[in-house]
């Protein structure tokens, strides 16, 4: 078992005591809340000085509910970029010299994201869906991913105080690296998830929200997204929110790095080396709903 294999069954194993307490039960609430519903997170960290950098984030949830269908539409954005500031002091003593600086700015993260997905009620305890989205994550060496999907799910909770679902469907993806490899770009597979809401608190609540992806053209290629949250309430419209997101990948995306000969020269070559398989996100937002 390789080390990112390890590290994603502790993570879920984690994630699953969590969602023990849930029950599986059947429950629903009589009342619901139909319309139009908006939330969005906001994260803006800056610092400056002897060290710059800056990370900005934005995600929205726009969803508008009927009586027995929901439709979803989600957009997600993270851009952060440092800047490296180098000094050299130039002169013919150390009383006697001429200070220069310059800045190198470099962006170290840049994700997007776009998803849609309707649900529709069969009866009070299973749906069908149908949904589509696109991803770009640069630094895991995803330029485009675009993929459709369907399935079927079941509401295992539906009460005031908790909500627990689970999805069982199939997809089709279309995926261009930021390096081209041979490998297949379209394919299709196999998608298992689940959304788990709490309230613990009467302004607390606990969300925890995973989705897996099988490759059916290499079952190698396991993908997982999991994503744990906290969000505690300042008033009715406005919330605080700490977020800590995994993304696996079994068969991550290659990167170009110049092959360098022994000698220390350049040798014009370029060799493609796998990325990490494991991608670690933690972020502090504020958040507000409509």
Known sequence: MTRAVSQLTVFLALTSLVTTGVGMVYAQDDEQDLGWFDTAELTVVSTSGNAN??????????????????????VGALHAESTTLTRMAVGASVVDFQLTESAVSEVTVENYYARGQYDRDVNPHTFWYAGAGWERNT???????????????????????????????????VQNDVVPTTGNDTFGGLRLSYDYRRQLTENTEFVSVLVTDENFSDTEDLRADLTNGVAVSINSRLALKVSWQLLFDNLPSEVGIPLIAVSGGSTGDTVL?????????????????F
Do not use: P
């Open 53 to 74: 950098s800056s990370t900005v984030g934005f995600k929205n949830e726009l969803m508008r509910t009927w009586e027995s269908s929901d439709l979803l539409i989600a």
């Open 139 to 173: 630094f895991a060496g995803v330029q485009n991913r675009y993929s459709w999907g369907g399935g079927l799910g079941n509401t295992w909770v539906d009460s005031d105080i908790s909500i627990f679902k689970t999805g069982y469907g199939v997809t089709y993806t």
């Open 273 to 289: 080396v796998e990325l990490d398989g494991v991608d670690n996100l933690v972020t502090f937002a504020l958040v507000a709903s």
